[in-house]
């Protein structure tokens, strides 16, 4: 990541928003949806600006959503970029770069992810403790610029502990059930198979997606203060007696669509205590 390819999206952000978000949302598939809530919205597609590839995959129209969401100044990504289209570790988590630089404190990272816990249920919503990377690999490799961030970041708060509890509070205030757990990320685009679940498992995951690890380590090295939710939506590879499939993370995702908006809300309405 160089900053002076941040610098020039800057500047042409610029021209089209006068607006100052305070949190950076990053819609996951089938929760891009929420941008619609977004109240006086300034739209930036991708595809407008310098240093953007084109987004590929279906349920994510690639672009900024910028506005008031419960009398905060949000900026929302609708669509986000995955390892697996054949981008970088260091494009997929430029975007959030770029949301520093307009002038984000928080980070709030969603993503459709597949239960490896058995308690869980396709629908769940799953506050995340912490991740484990099997991308093998970083966005931050390669040189490090110091006034962007530290050569060797600290990631044994990846996920703030105070956004934590925000986040369960805000689950019980609306009436709805809250799971917490860690994800783990892998390149896909393949579903894992049993055995891998099984290892998975065995490593402490309790949910496994693909994406939001890069997202989240150029967040904490950019010093962002980080939430993650991940909606479950299929139970992981071998646990049921069927395929996966993603026509059923799409449907989960559409089905929970009521609580994960009103999730979020309730979030961004009270993070300002954090
Ligand atoms: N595995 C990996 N990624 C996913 C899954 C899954 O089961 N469900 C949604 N994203």
């Known amino acids: 990541m160089k900053m002076e390819q941040v610098e020039e999206v800057i500047e042409c952000m610029r021209a089209k928003t006068r ?12 929760l891009g949806d929420l941008a619609a809530a977004i109240a006086g919205a300034d739209r930036i597609p991708y595809q407008s600006l310098p240093h953007f590839p084109k987004p590929t995959v279906e349920g994510h129209k690639g672009q900024f959503v910028i506005g008031r969401l419960e009398d905060q100044n949000v900026i929302a990504m609708q669509g986000r970029y995955h390892y697996y289209e054949g981008y970088s570790l260091k494009q997929v988590s430029f975007p959030v770069r770029v949301m520093k630089a307009l002038g984000i404190e928080y980070l709030i990272v969603t993503n459709a992810a597949g239960g490896i816990n058995t ?49 369960k509070k805000a689950a019980s205030s609306i009436g709805i059930n809250i799971r917490e757990g860690v994800y783990l990320a892998t390149p896909g685009p393949q579903y894992e198979t049993p055995a891998e679940i099984r290892m998975m498992r065995a490593l402490g995951a309790d949910a496994v997606g693909m994406s939001t690890v890069p997202e989240v380590i150029e967040a904490n090295h950019a010093g962002l203060k980080v939430l993650g939710i991940s909606c479950i939506t299929n139970m ?4 049921l007696n069927r395929p996966l499939s993603h026509t059923e993370v799409m449907d989960t995702a559409r089905r929970v669509k009521e609580n994960f908006t009103g999730l979020i809300k309730e979030i961004i309405r009270t993070i300002g205590t954090c």
């Open 119 to 167: 308690d869980f249920r396709p629908g769940d919503l799953m506050l995340i403790r912490d991740h484990i990377n099997m991308l093998g690999g970083s966005p931050l490799i390669g040189a490090n610029d110091e006034k962007t961030g530290p050569r060797f970041p600290n990631m044994s708060a990846a996920y703030q502990a105070a956004l934590i509890d925000l986040g």
């Open 19 to 30: 607006k100052n978000p305070k949190i950076g949302l990053i819609l996951g598939s089938g």
């Open 236 to 239: 992981a590879s071998g646990i």
